[in-house]
């Protein structure tokens, strides 16, 4: 049985980025988790490292023995944007450098993890965080997500399993987002809400 990680090491794991798995810490520390199978250093510049699965599956788990009860704060964490937030990111040079890095993170993560290496298929992550991941997908494309007063994609869970909804008032946008995921890996189909008579894409991440 492998040996669990050490506080220190653990602190760095629950750190990792929520999307991606980018990893900040020690040389010590990371070489230390890679050594342990629990992350890899990506081999292009500026070779930052990530978790790998076994990591991510830690990272998941409830901790055996809480020592730092303290809630990490939100601030810092990358979340994609899924449309209407309140407190929504500048859409600067910075946003824009950090959503490309996230996307080609979340590309490295499909290839690590899907059986055949498959980089144009969404990963078992991307079926658990549905909301994220297609909404990462929409971003990184530069889709203009919906503010708190102007029009934009909004991306929301729906009562289907592995489906989300995405709206976006502009018929042209919204074929735009279509293709866009489904260049991304999912199958899209276009739908009519039957109270308002909305056009609505369903999404759900493709298997093969």
Not at 9 to 32: C, K, N, S
Not at 159 to 187: I, M, N, S
């Amino acid at each position: 049985m492998t040996r669990p990680p050490t506080a220190a090491q653990r602190r760095v794991i629950d750190a990792a980025d929520p999307v991606t798995g980018r990893l900040r810490g020690t040389e010590t520390q990371l070489a230390a988790l890679v050594k342990r199978g629990l992350a890899f250093r990506h081999p292009r510049p500026p070779h930052d490292h990530f978790l790998t699965p076994a990591g991510h599956r830690i990272r998941e788990a409830e901790p055996e023995a809480p020592e730092e009860p303290e809630a990490r704060p939100a601030t810092g964490l990358f979340a994609a944007r899924v449309g209407g937030e309140e407190d929504a990111p500048d859409a600067g040079p910075a946003r824009v450098r950090e959503v490309h890095s996230a996307w080609q993170g979340l590309l490295e993560l499909r290839r690590m993890t899907n059986p055949d290496g498959a980089t144009d298929r969404p990963c078992a992550w991307e079926r658990t965080h549905l909301v994220q991941a297609a909404a990462l997908a929409l971003e990184a494309a530069g889709h203009r997500p919906a503010g708190g007063d102007t029009d934009g994609y909004r991306v929301r869970a729906t009562p289907q399993p592995e489906a989300v909804a995405v709206r976006e008032p502009d018929a042209g946008a919204l074929r735009a987002c279509a293709a866009t995921l489904e260049k991304a890996g999912w199958q899209v189909g276009e739908h009519t809400e039957p109270r308002t008579g909305d056009r609505y894409l369903l999404a759900s991440p493709r298997r093969a």
